[in-house]
C-alpha cells in the first residue's frame, strides 16, 4: 500500500494467523514446523494488507459521507488488482448462491410460514399485495374497478 502506519503498540508482536500460515507454508512445500521469524514476517505483512485495506475502505466510505463501511468500499479499496477483486466477486457470488439455496431448502422442508398448506410457488408468508381482509390481492385477477363489484355480487 502507499503508506506505511506503525502497528497498534497493543498488536505488537501478537501473532494474528499463526496457525494459518503455517497451514499455508506447509501446503506450498515447507516443513511442517517452519521457522518463527518466517510465520511472524509473514503475520506481520498479512496484517498490515489487512490494516491497509481497511484504512482504504473506510476513506472510501468517508469520502461518500457514509459512517459503516460497505461492500463495495473494499472493492473499491482493491479495484488496481483485477486477480483479487475477481476473486472477491466469485465469492460474493458464490454466497448468494448459498443463501438462495437455503432459502429454497427451508421452504422445502416447510420451516417457513403457511408455505407447505398452500402448494408452494406463491412465496413466502402473506402473497405481495394482498390485503388483510377478504377479497382478492390488488393485481391479481380481474382489474381494479371489477374486484370491489365482485365483492358486492357474493354477499
Same mark, same amino acid.
Given at each position: 500500500?502507499?503508506?506505511?502506519r506503525a502497528r497498534a503498540a497493543r498488536h ?6 499463526? %496457525?494459518?500460515? $503455517? ?14 521469524e518466517t510465520i511472524r514476517l509473514l503475520d ?15 476513506? %472510501?466510505?468517508?469520502? %461518500? ?7 463495495? @468500499?473494499? $472493492? ?6 483485477? @486477480? ?10 458464490? @454466497?448468494?448462491?448459498? $443463501? ?10 416447510? $420451516? ?25 390481492a390488488v393485481g391479481e385477477g380481474a382489474p381494479?374497478?371489477?374486484? @370491489? ?7
Amino acid at each position: 500500500m502507499t503508506e506505511v502506519r506503525a502497528r497498534a503498540a497493543r498488536h505488537k508482536g501478537q501473532l494474528n494467523f499463526e %496457525s494459518e500460515i $503455517k497451514q499455508l507454508l506447509y501446503a506450498f512445500g515447507d516443513s511442517p514446523h517452519p521457522l518463527p521469524e518466517t510465520i511472524r514476517l509473514l503475520d506481520e505483512i498479512v496484517t498490515d494488507f489487512i490494516l491497509e485495506t481497511c484504512h482504504s475502505a473506510a476513506k %472510501s466510505a468517508a469520502y %461518500s459521507r457514509r459512517q459503516k463501511i460497505k461492500v463495495d @468500499d473494499f $472493492k473499491h479499496a482493491i479495484r488496481n488488482n483485477p @486477480d483479487m477483486l475477481g476473486r472477491v466477486q466469485e465469492l460474493l457470488g458464490l @454466497d448468494k448462491e448459498l $443463501k438462495e439455496a437455503r432459502k429454497q431448502f427451508e421452504v422445502g422442508e416447510g $420451516k417457513v410460514g403457511l408455505e407447505r398448506g398452500r402448494g408452494g410457488e406463491e412465496g413466502v408468508g402473506r402473497a405481495r399485495g394482498r390485503r388483510k381482509g377478504k377479497g382478492k390481492a390488488v393485481g391479481e385477477g380481474a382489474p381494479e374497478g371489477e374486484e @370491489d363489484e365482485e365483492e358486492e355480487d357474493e354477499e
